[in-house]
């Protein structure tokens, strides 16, 4: 049965994780409901998202190895530091050091009192409202190569929410980007693209300490969490190429309806002792 709720889970990562809805929400919540009725756990759910990424390296695969080819040019001289694409290296790299410092600091929080159902649903809510407005009021006029300095470190804040489940990474990142004005389409590249090294810092962090000191309380032993990982992949890839096209031409507030719709029913479900929190 591990197995089965292992690939239910994949697919709830692979489904949810680009959407800003929080994958780490959904897993949370949909464990309660498996068989096993178990957290799959901080661990789990970290490396399971390392299937994502690898969604994201090859959906972005030109973008991410022309950033990462100028990046090292200019360090060598051979390209100016004011490309554009040496500039988004930098940018990504300085965006992404609030998510790794809170996530060290906060590490015990984020694996206990952070997955409690309370805050998961309080943070569907409030945040789904934040992306209201901000998809509302945001100007939508800016494209990625006007990412500034100062904006490229307030995504990089609003990642770093993530970690408390129920914001989203990319709803967080989307939501800070449509408020400083850039357009639904950039403001979703640059949250996948941010996402990159934060998501397998975390994964292959969780990943060699899963495998060095083993949890054996843990709900999902290593060959179930790889199996969900690359189920993961293989969701999120499709996930992404559908993604960008429908924000091409819809607003984001089908989400927005469906994260207040989705807390207010945890609330009621906590409320009633339906589920644990």
Same mark, same amino acid.
């Given at each position: 049965?591990?197995?089965?709720?292992?690939?239910?889970?994949?697919?709830?990562?692979?489904?949810?994780?680009?959407?800003?809805?929080?994958?780490?929400?959904? #897993?949370? +919540?949909? *464990?309660? &409901? $498996?068989?096993? !009725?178990?957290?799959? %756990?901080?661990?789990?759910?970290?490396? @399971?998202?390392?299937?994502?990424?690898?969604?994201?390296?090859?959906?972005?695969?030109?973008?991410?190895?022309?950033?990462?080819?100028?990046?090292?040019?200019?360090?060598?001289?051979?390209?100016?530091?004011?490309?554009?694409?040496?500039?988004?290296?930098?940018?990504?790299?300085?965006?992404?050091?609030?998510?790794?410092?809170?996530?060290?600091?906060?590490?015990?929080?984020?694996?206990?009192?952070?997955?409690?159902?309370?805050?998961?649903?309080?943070? #569907?809510? +409030?945040? *789904?409202? &934040? $992306?209201?407005? !901000?998809?509302?009021? %945001?100007?939508?006029?800016?494209?990625? @190569?006007?990412?500034?300095?100062?904006?490229?470190?307030?995504?990089?804040?609003?990642?770093?929410?993530?970690?408390?489940?129920?914001?989203?990474?990319?709803?967080?990142?989307?939501?800070?980007?449509?408020?400083?004005?850039?357009?639904?389409?950039?403001?979703?590249?640059?949250?996948?693209?941010?996402?990159?090294?934060?998501?397998?810092?975390?994964?292959?962090?969780?990943?060699?300490?899963?495998?060095?000191?083993?949890?054996?309380?843990?709900?999902?032993?290593?060959?179930?969490?790889?199996?969900?990982?690359?189920?993961?992949?293989?969701?999120?890839?499709?996930?992404?190429?559908?993604?960008?096209?429908?924000?091409?031409?819809?607003?984001?507030?089908?989400?927005?309806?469906?994260?207040?719709?989705?807390?207010?029913?945890?609330?009621?479900?906590?409320?009633?002792?339906?589920?644990?929190?």
């Amino acid at each position: 049965m591990n197995w089965i709720e292992a690939i239910i889970l994949g697919l709830v990562q692979g489904l949810t994780e680009f959407l800003p809805i929080s994958s780490s929400a959904h #897993l949370r +919540v949909v *464990g309660e &409901f $498996l068989p096993g !009725a178990a957290d799959p %756990g901080a661990a789990f759910t970290a490396i @399971t998202q390392i299937g994502t990424e690898l969604a994201v390296l090859l959906y972005f695969w030109r973008d991410i190895t022309h950033i990462i080819s100028q990046w090292f040019k200019a360090l060598v001289g051979k390209v100016p530091h004011s490309d554009p694409a040496v500039r988004m290296g930098w940018l990504i790299i300085v965006g992404s050091i609030p998510i790794g410092v809170l996530g060290l600091l906060f590490e015990e929080r984020i694996d206990t009192t952070f997955r409690s159902l309370w805050l998961v649903a309080t943070m #569907l809510i +409030v945040f *789904g409202v &934040f $992306l209201a407005m !901000a998809d509302t009021w %945001g100007k939508q006029i800016k494209p990625l @190569t006007k990412l500034s300095w100062r904006d490229g470190i307030l995504y990089g804040f609003a990642q770093a929410l993530a970690l408390i489940p129920g914001v989203s990474r990319s709803g967080g990142t989307i939501t800070m980007g449509l408020a400083l004005g850039y357009t639904r389409e950039a403001a979703a590249r640059y949250a996948f693209l941010l996402a990159v090294p934060a998501v397998f810092a975390s994964g292959f962090y969780k990943l060699g300490r899963s495998i060095a000191s083993p949890d054996p309380a843990a709900p999902y032993g290593m060959g179930e969490t790889m199996v969900a990982t690359l189920v993961a992949f293989l969701v999120g890839y499709a996930v992404i190429a559908w993604l960008m096209r429908f924000i091409s031409n819809n607003s984001f507030k089908i989400f927005v309806w469906y994260r207040i719709l989705l807390g207010a029913a945890l609330y009621i479900l906590l409320g009633l002792g339906v589920i644990s929190a």
